[in-house]
């Protein structure tokens, strides 16, 4: 079951420069900014709502959100959907004929995590997450 929209990520040069536009243009906050040295990235959060808008930094050149950048430029990167049961719910779209980047779950900026191959879910980059217990 998916439960909502949990960030849509925004892949960045650089968080504080391109978080200005939310702050100062659209009045929102720059909650928290954390390096996640497992995947090498860092991550500025703006929420919005329910929902938060992700920065996403590379910290090498040779990074995949690097190359992404090189290639289309700062832009949308991924959606992300919240479920309660992640390995329940990759085992359901396992079962309808969806691929993974990675099965298995692993942990994030924000709890389990795993992203289906874009070419499974209409060449959108998908990110699901299980929310760690508060
Ligand atoms: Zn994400």
């Known amino acids: 079951m998916i439960e909502k929209i949990h960030h849509v ?10 978080a200005r536009f939310y702050t100062e243009r659209l009045g929102l906050g720059l909650r ?13 959060f703006i929420p919005c709502g329910e929902t938060l808008i992700e920065l996403v930094e590379p910290l090498s050149p040779d990074h995949t959100v690097a190359k992404f950048i090189e290639k289309r430029g700062e832009s949308l990167h991924h959606i992300c959907f ?6 329940g719910e990759i085992a359901g779209l396992k ?29 959108v980059l998908v990110e699901l997450v299980q929310q760690a217990e508060a």
Do not use: M
Not at 32 to 44: A, C, L, N, P, T
Not at 82 to 87: F, G, S, V
């Open 95 to 123: 079962e309808q004929g969806c691929t993974f980047i990675s099965e298995e779950p692993k942990l994030g900026a924000d709890g389990l995590i795993t992203f289906l191959h874009p070419k499974s879910s209409g060449g």
């Open 32 to 44: 928290e900014v954390k390096v996640v040295e497992s995947e090498g990235v860092r991550i500025g």
């Open 82 to 87: 919240q479920t309660p049961d992640i390995r």
């Open 9 to 18: 990520a925004i892949a960045v040069r650089n968080v504080e420069e391109s």
